[in-house]
């Protein structure tokens, strides 16, 4: 039973243009949700957080958006660059949960020059 | 330089042995997880440690133990028992101040046993 689910495997997108990355959850206990950055052979890397109680937060080219009616997530990358290219996980947890977090199964975001 | 620490970086086994997958963090952070990654799979959680001599089974902890008895360090010890051990394991540390996100990850151990 996913709890977590990113639906498309993977992105491709030009170089300047916008990446848009979506993320559903369906359990109702979760109030925090974050988004990680792999690299291959690395450990994920912490991006941009929102909790429950926002709809949006932004952090530089990166802003993460919440629709709790929708149990719905995305992340906005503008504008991509070359670097952007990893995989995203979109992951979620609840204050009330052992401080655990649930993962995606993430997507492969590629940014062509 | 803080940070979290999982040697050896690939790790090599026979079936039928066990085998400990190290991790250490110098963060000063409370809790302490395991997860494993497989292709094209998430990351699941095996076990975690909110404390010291204290851990809870995650999803996934048939076939897997794990110590406690330092704040810095939570080794992963995958038994025979574990029917697919080769996996890309994954360590993080977080601290409960800060209501235990974000997690901070280490590079992984990529563990392959024939």
């Known amino acids: 039973d996913q709890q977590v689910k990113q639906n498309s495997p993977s992105l491709s997108v030009q170089e300047g243009r916008i990446s848009i990355l979506n993320c559903d959850y369906t359990?109702?206990?979760?109030?925090?949700f974050l988004w990680y950055k792999k690299y291959p052979a690395e450990g994920p890397t912490f991006l941009i957080s929102i909790s429950s109680i926002k709809d949006k937060n932004e952090d530089g080219r990166f802003t993460v958006f919440l629709n709790k009616s929708a149990k719905h997530l995305s992340l906005h990358i503008v504008p991509s660059q070359p670097g952007d290219s990893a995989v995203y996980f979109c992951?979620?947890?609840?204050?009330?949960?052992?401080?655990?977090?649930?993962f995606g199964k993430g997507t492969l975001l590629t940014v062509n020059p | 330089d803080g940070g979290i620490t999982q040697s050896p970086k690939y790790l090599f086994r026979k079936e039928g042995q066990n085998v400990t997958l190290s991790c250490e963090q110098n963060?000063?952070?409370?809790?302490m997880y395991w997860y494993r990654q497989d292709p094209g799979q998430g990351l699941r959680l095996i076990y975690y440690s909110q404390i010291v001599n204290d851990f809870q089974k995650g999803d996934i902890a048939e076939g897997y133990s794990v110590s406690r008895e330092k704040k810095e360090s939570f080794p992963l010890t995958v038994t025979s028992a574990q029917k697919n051990p080769t996996a890309f394991y994954l360590c993080?540390?977080?601290?409960?101040?800060?209501?235990?996100?974000?997690?901070?990850f280490g590079n992984g151990t990529r563990l392959t046993v024939t």
């Open positions: 993080a540390s977080a601290s409960l101040r800060t209501g235990g996100t974000p997690l901070h």
């Open positions: 992951a979620a947890g609840s204050g009330g949960s052992n401080y655990k977090l649930t």
């Open positions: 963060l000063n952070h409370d809790a």
């Open positions: 359990n109702s206990m979760f109030d925090y």
